[in-house]
């Protein structure tokens, strides 16, 4: 067996789920790129008219594989779309692709989930925990396999302030198999209306499953060679293979996009709880690495008799609060303001959730109104109102993340990059106690204005993003110098009726 991540990857054949993702695309780059692998069998969900290996090559024209395609040309020719569906009893993948898997396979990284923090129980059942077993299942009938990745999250456990690298069977109420038999017994809808006392102290329909997928490895990986990767809030790349490069919206990166529009004005959010996010790239390299150690611990000891859980998470020494982070989008909001803007962008910060309805209505609702209302008189179909009652529900599904803090044990993956070789920390390197947060959030926001608000990095685009910044902040300090000058003159009217 070959030394080093490069080393083990080389001619090997690797199953991803979950890899038309983020985290996804971003594994399968670099695997590409970086390694000699041989083959990826990608599990892809069909879509209706759409051959599913067409849906591969769309990535052709998808901005994280320039570098690659650019080295590589032929590069995604390795790249092999499985038919499959995680909400599929049988995972929906064909007797004939099993058994192709069952024969070629060395790697399996599982990273397909549903992420949506308030899916409902049923499917986030489904898709995150008996899909889990399924691929465990399937992981048994491969002759060849070597490693196994089961990606998770670093708050599969968040209702405990103190996080260690190990398994919590002990929070659940009911165990993984428990629950995945009822949902056998019991309609979706019956299960769903048994969510809050099924979910219990777990803040969303996510964690608890992510809870319960992990209580499914515990009890049922037997000796297969595998590992939990659990990763905090995944972010924008840092610097590969583009800065800050980000292909949708999700946690922080709304917050973001929200507040450069000038859309979101208000929200829910303790500047002092720590923000505990990770580049993508950093994210893939530890995958990669688990991998390499998992089988490499495989060979050297038989089998790994209890699944080492490595969690990746801001350093001790080099946290980041939701402070700093705010602070910092300020900075950029000022340097690189977006070419389209609904208002001038500013986010007020409510600590006392009881006040965020009072502070929402006046901030988002009541000029959603307005906005709505001149639209109409244009013609145009009315978007605000709709747009800010989700954003709303998305701030209250986010509440418990954005005002408390969590202190992750990341001692296992630590010790994991001691033992790297000085070659793979060149190119697998993911030591965050070292990341310059500063230049980080700098790449990505620029990634945000450049991918998600299709701006594109020219002086031109700048200076006009500015010019309209200008504009919004002149029309938004006349506006609430109007509102006070209004508030002040019916508080003085009252006091003159009172005397």
């Given at each position: ?14 199953f991803?789920t ?14 590409l790129?970086?390694?000699e ?6 599990l ?28 590589k040309p ?13 909400l599929e ?11 192709i898997?069952?024969?070629?396979v060395?790697?399996?990284?599982h ?5 949506r923090?308030?899916?409902a129980l ?44 190990r ?47 992990e209580?499914v490895?515990?009890?049922?990986a037997g ?7 659990r ?5 924008s790349?840092?610097?590969?293979p583009?800065?800050?490069w ?32 990770v ?28 699944p080492?859980?490595?969690t990746?998470a ?31 962008p ?14 929402a ?21 009315p978007?605000l ?6 954003i ?19 001692k296992?993956?630590?010790?994991l ?7 793979d ?7 965050i ?18 991918y ?7 002086a ?5 993003g500015l ?9 938004h300090?006349?506006f609430?110098?109007?509102?006070i ?9 009252l ?5």
């Open positions: 067996m070959d030394n080093g991540i490069q080393g083990f990857f080389k001619n090997k054949t690797v991803l979950g890899g038309t993702g983020f985290l996804g695309k971003v594994i399968t780059e670099k695997l790129r970086t390694t692998v041989n083959r990826i069998y990608s892809v969900r069909p879509k209706r008219g759409v051959p599913i290996q067409e849906r591969i090559f769309t990535w052709e024209k998808d901005p994280i594989f320039e570098v690659l395609l650019k080295v032929d590069a995604l020719q390795r790249v092999c779309a499985i038919s499959g569906d995680c009893p049988d995972l929906g993948i064909s007797e004939s692709d099993r058994r898997l069952a024969a070629e060395h790697v399996v990284i990273g397909a989930a549903t992420v923090f308030d899916e049923h499917l986030s059942l489904a898709i995150n925990v008996r899909a889990t077993r399924l691929m465990l299942q399937l992981a048994r009938q491969m002759t060849q396999l070597e490693s196994y990745v089961h990606v998770s999250t670093a708050y599969s456990n968040c209702i405990v302030e103190d996080i260690a690298e398994f919590y069977p002990e929070h659940l109420n009911c165990s993984a198999d428990k629950i995945l038999k009822l949902g056998e017994l019991v309609s979706a809808e019956v299960l769903d209306q048994m969510t809050p006392a099924l979910v219990a102290n777990f803040p969303n329909t996510y964690t608890y499953t992510k809870a319960l997928a209580d490895i515990l009890q049922e000796d297969l060679p595998l590992c939990i990767f990763p905090a809030i995944i972010m790349t840092y610097k590969e583009l800065h800050g980000v292909d949708n919206l999700f946690g922080p990166m709304a917050l973001c996009f929200g507040g450069a529009r000038g859309i979101m004005r208000v929200t829910t959010v303790d500047k002092k709880a720590k923000i505990s996010m580049p993508a790239d950093f994210c893939v390299n530890v995958a990669l690495a688990c991998a390499w150690k998992t089988a490499e611990c495989s060979v050297q000891k038989g089998n790994v008799k209890s080492p859980i490595y990746f801001p350093s001790e020494g080099n946290l980041l609060t939701y402070g700093d982070f705010i602070r910092s989008l300020v900075v950029y909001r000022d340097l690189i303001p977006l070419t389209k803007m609904l208002w001038y500013f986010v007020f910060c409510i600590t006392n959730q009881s006040l965020f309805p009072l502070a209505f006046f901030f988002h609702t009541l000029p959603g109104y307005f906005f709505d209302f001149l639209l109409r008189l244009k013609g145009r179909k978007i109102v709709d747009l800010y009652r989700k709303h529900k998305n701030i209250a599904v986010l509440g418990p993340f954005s005002s408390s803090s969590w202190n992750f044990d990341t296992n993956t630590m010790r990059r001691e033992t790297m070789s000085k070659e920390l060149e190119i697998y390197d993911f030591d106690a070292l990341l310059d947060w500063h230049d980080y959030l700098k790449s990505a926001m620029y990634g945000m204005r450049l998600i608000g299709k701006d594109q990095p020219t031109a685009s700048i200076a006009k010019k309209l910044k200008s504009r919004l902040k002149i029309l300090y006349a609430t110098s109007l509102l000058y209004a508030a002040v003159y019916v508080l003085w009217s006091v003159k009726l009172v005397v």
